[in-house]
Structure formats: structure tokens, C-alpha cells
């Protein structure tokens, strides 16, 4: 039913948090993790414009299902993962001044005091053997933005610019390659099975995982000071970054291929979730002058591109389509071998920051967002 969509009129982000709401309750939608967190940031930023009211009211409830009133969280945080619905924590004790929100997102920042590093101090993507020593791009959009946004809300800023920073330069200093792109992941000691035995990286650039990096790296630029002693280095990062990723646009569609710069390889196809969140970064990056204005054009490429991605169920909610499920470390075969899901998580909550980004930086040109 794709045919009947007004493109240039539809708000999409309400009607794809509508559509999921119709299909969830604070209680269905899942447990407390990463993809679910992902998500409702992206509702409450759909909040924060319409001020729909049920919007914030189903995060409260979400959150509430796993905080007590005298702020207990019962996570062990023993993985970035475990971290990221953190950012709800801080976006209630904002809206509500609830002292119980202050309480368990502490709990997040006291668990780093003692959380593993590698020895240059980046954090282990998880503290089970099978994650031990190792970085994975994705997880410094796990813990990172949480971090700015709480120092933010709660005073500590004076730790958490300079962690996040830290954070973001020690993961690009291993992840990143020539030509720009980032590999998904990094193991200290070289024990993992796709470790290089020379550089620690993993074999390929994994798209989703590179758009983490991405979308935390302008979340923490937003955040730091114009004089903070990092800011030129996560700079230069996104620079090359950028030029990487536009390089790699598929010319016929706008997206990015699951395996970013193998896009004519049998197999490789192009994913909703990451052509979402390097839309979003570069799009952002743009507006606020970390990069070139010319990656506004590349960022409006891929918003065409996600959108021919959406279409209608027979109750006209709004679906999304080609999003791969969570995804480990792997090589070529398995990434593009990954399940295309509609409606996965990882997507909707992508999407929702990309829309949000692209209508309120290019409104005035009357597209529909």
C-alpha cells in the first residue's frame, strides 16, 4: 500500500509512534534494554514537539515497570548495553522532578567507577569472558550520550564531557581505518576469532555499529564546550567519517548497504536502521558546522531513500521495512545473512531521531516529516 502514502505531507514521526503504540503497551513492548530505549529517546523526542502528552505517559509507565519509588533498579550493569535506557532516567527527573530517576541513573554512574577498560581506558563492551578486552562500536552510543545528558541534568559535567570525549577518541583510534569508515569492533588481546592479529579489528564495517559511533559522536560534540582539549580530535573523526560514508551512498537508492563498502558483493543489501542514523549524524553535523554544508544534500539522499522503506499495514498503521536484527561480530556472510525485520526496534527508534533531526533543520523547505 506503499503507492497511497503522502510523502510530502505525512508527519511521520506520529504516525509511526501511533501506529506503535497501537501495537505495544508499556508492558509488551519489551524488557529493559538497548533497542527499547533507543525507541522511546525516539517517542520522546516526537513528545517534545507535539507535547501529546500519552507519548511521555507511556515512557513513565515503560520505566516504572523496572524503578521503584525509592529509585532500586535491579541491573547489575555489567554491559553498555545494560546502559543506554539509562537516558530515560535523566528525561524523567527532567519532566517530573522525581528524585526516584536521580537515584537509579546514579546507579549507571557509579557502576563506571569500577566498570573494565582496555589499557588505554576505553570500556569492555561487556564483562563476560566472551566480551572481555574488547571494544564494539556500538557501545559507545550505549553509555556515551547517557553520560553528557546526566553530568547535564545533574552537575557532573566536569567527569562526564571528559569521559565521553575519552571515550569516543579511544574507540575511533582503534576502530577507525582509511578512508573513514570504523571496523564494528576492536579485542585487546587479539583472542576473539575475528580479531586481526596484528590490529585487534574485526574483518568488516558493519553498518549499524558504524552508525552508532556516528550518532553518539555528534550527541557528545552537542555537548562539549568549544574550548574542551578533545572536541578538534572527535572533529576530525566525524570529518573522515563523513567523507567515508558519502563515498559509500548507494547512488540508486540513497541507503547504506548492511556491509558499508562491499555494495557489489552478492548478498549485500541496504539497511533502514543504519541509512536512518548516518542520515541523522550527517544531517546534524551539517547544521551545526562540525562538517561540510554540502553533507546536507547526501543526509536529504538518505532521508528518500528510508522513506521508500515505508508503507502501510492493512489497518493503515505505518510499517517499516529491511531493518537486520541484533547482530554480533562477524564476517561478510554473516552480516549479510542477518534476518530483515519490519518494524524491529533498532529501526523505529532510528528513524524517529533522523525525522525529528530533518524537520527541524529543514523545515522550511515543506517536506513532509
Avoid at 552480516?335 to 527541524?360: C, K, P, S, W
Amino acid at each position: 500500500m506503499s503507492a497511497s502514502l503522502n510523502r510530502n505531507t505525512t508527519d511521520w514521526s506520529t504516525s509511526l509512534v501511533d501506529s506503535t503504540l497501537a501495537r505495544s503497551t508499556p508492558t509488551t513492548i519489551g524488557g529493559w534494554s538497548y533497542p527499547v530505549g533507543l525507541y522511546l529517546y525516539g517517542q520522546y523526542l516526537t513528545y517534545q514537539r507535539t507535547h501529546e502528552e500519552r507519548y511521555l505517559t507511556f515512557i513513565k509507565e515503560y520505566v516504572d515497570r523496572f524503578v521503584g519509588a525509592d529509585g532500586s533498579l535491579g541491573q547489575s550493569f555489567n554491559s553498555l548495553d545494560s546502559m543506554q535506557a539509562g537516558r530515560l532516567l535523566t528525561i524523567l527527573h527532567r519532566e517530573t522532578g522525581q528524585d526516584r530517576y536521580r537515584i537509579a541513573a546514579r546507579k549507571i554512574r557509579d557502576r563506571l567507577k569500577t566498570y573494565p577498560r582496555t589499557g588505554d581506558g576505553g570500556f569492555w563492551h561487556a564483562t563476560s569472558a566472551s566480551r572481555a578486552h574488547q571494544l564494539w562500536a556500538d557501545g559507545v552510543y550505549m553509555v556515551n550520550p547517557f553520560l553528557v545528558e546526566y553530568g547535564e541534568e545533574f552537575g557532573d559535567t566536569s567527569y562526564t564531557q571528559d569521559e565521553a570525549a575519552e571515550q569516543l577518541a579511544v574507540y575511533g583510534g582503534h576502530l577507525q581505518v582509511p578512508g573513514g569508515l570504523l571496523r564494528h569492533a576492536y579485542d585487546e588481546s587479539r583472542e576473539a576469532s575475528w580479531a586481526d592479529e596484528d590490529t585487534g579489528r574485526a574483518p568488516e564495517s558493519w553498518c549499524r555499529a558504524v552508525g552508532w559511533y556516528s550518532m553518539a559522536l555528534v550527541n557528545v560534540l552537542d555537548a562539549l564546550p568549544a574550548d574542551h582539549p578533545r572536541r578538534a580530535r572527535l572533529r576530525a573523526v566525524l570529518t573522515r567519517l563523513a567523507a567515508g560514508l558519502e563515498r559509500y551512498q548507494d547512488p540508486a537508492t540513497g541507503r547504506w548497504f548492511q556491509v558499508i563498502d562491499q555494495g557489489d558483493r552478492p548478498g549485500n543489501w541496504t539497511e533502514t536502521s543504519c541509512s536512518s542514523m548516518f542520515t541523522y549524524a550527517l544531517s546534524r553535523g551539517a547544521q551545526q558546522g562540525y562538517i561540510d554544508a554540502h553533507y546536507t544534500a547526501v543526509a536529504r539522499r538518505g532521508y528518500a531513500g528510508v522513506l521508500d522503506r515505508v508503507s502501510l499495514d492493512g489497518d493503515g498503521r505505518t510499517e517499516l521495512a529491511e531493518i537486520s536484527v541484533g547482530t554480533n561480530v562477524g564476517d561478510y556472510a554473516y552480516y549479510v545473512g542477518r534476518d530483515r525485520a519490519t518494524n524491529d526496534l533498532h529501526g523505529l527508534g532510528a528513524f524517529l531521531i533522523m525525522n525529528e533531526q530533518l524537520r527541524a533543520s529543514d523545515s522550511t523547505e515543506g517536506r513532509g516529516r
